[in-house]
């Protein structure tokens, strides 16, 4: 079946520096999400890309979807503490949603 | 957000038991899902629908059942829960612009 590998899986960082988090599928996609879930909540959709080597950005966040639609990324930009969470991409096949396994991402103030 | 509830949100139960988890729409969102969340696994499908009484099995759906007898509800039955099902469950529809998946707040199953 498919299958969205997802790394790192753990990721530390000091407050002000950067995090990315890569997103890899075994098979083409028609699009791809991704989610943020703070800890103890549910995940909540940030964006979705749809295009071959779109760019997006909503604020200090940046997302990629490559040039072969079977990878993604999300780079954030001077992390902050209410970045803290886990981050999700999500790939599109038919109304079926494949998450990747997520990166959980602490913030050291 | 859409409107999802899901009940209980905190359930412990016993190896061997019945167990059916509830979600509740009140968004009118054809599509429905189920998941489970497991730390290194991520979110993974257990069964989704289509539509009223339209059901399929995602990638872990053994041990698992569902129905859907009225939009609004979607309902998730354990036949007979095992340890290996404790777990956090995530009911989730789709909808809106983007197409997107609006999740509830989760079922934390402890199954003893």
């Known amino acids: 079946g498919q299958q969205v590998m997802q790394i790192p899986q753990y990721q530390h960082v000091q407050e002000g520096e950067d995090f990315t988090t890569y997103c890899n599928s075994s098979?083409?996609?028609?699009?791809i999400q991704w989610y943020k879930q703070r800890p103890g909540g549910h995940p909540v959709f940030l964006i979705q890309?749809?295009?071959?080597?779109e760019v997006k950005k909503q604020k200090r966040l940046t997302f990629q979807f490559g040039e072969a639609k079977k990878n993604s990324s999300l780079h954030i930009t001077a992390t902050q503490t209410t970045d803290v969470g886990t981050y999700f991409c999500?790939?599109?096949?038919?109304?079926?949603?494949?998450f990747g396994t997520g990166t959980s991402l602490t913030v050291i103030p | 957000d859409a409107g999802i509830t899901q009940s209980p949100r905190h359930k412990v139960t016993e190896t061997g038991t019945p167990v059916t988890l509830r979600c509740h729409q009140t968004?009118?969102?054809?599509?429905m899902y189920w998941y489970r969340q497991d730390p290194g696994h991520g979110l993974r499908l257990i069964h989704y629908?289509?539509?009223?009484?339209?059901?399929d099995k995602g990638e872990v759906s053994d041990g698992y059942s569902v129905s859907r007898s009225k939009t609004e509800d979607f309902l998730l039955t354990l036949e007979s829960a095992t340890s290996s099902q404790t777990s956090v469950y995530f009911c989730?529809?789709?909808?809106?612009?983007?197409?997107?998946?609006?999740f509830g707040s989760g079922t934390q199953l402890s199954v003893l």
């Open positions: 999500a790939g599109r096949g038919g109304n079926q949603f494949y």
């Open positions: 098979t083409t996609l028609s699009n």
């Open positions: 890309l749809v295009k071959s080597g």
């Open positions: 968004e009118n969102h054809r599509y």
């Open positions: 629908s289509y539509g009223v009484k339209d059901t």
């Open positions: 989730a529809t789709l909808g809106g612009p983007n197409e997107k998946l609006f």
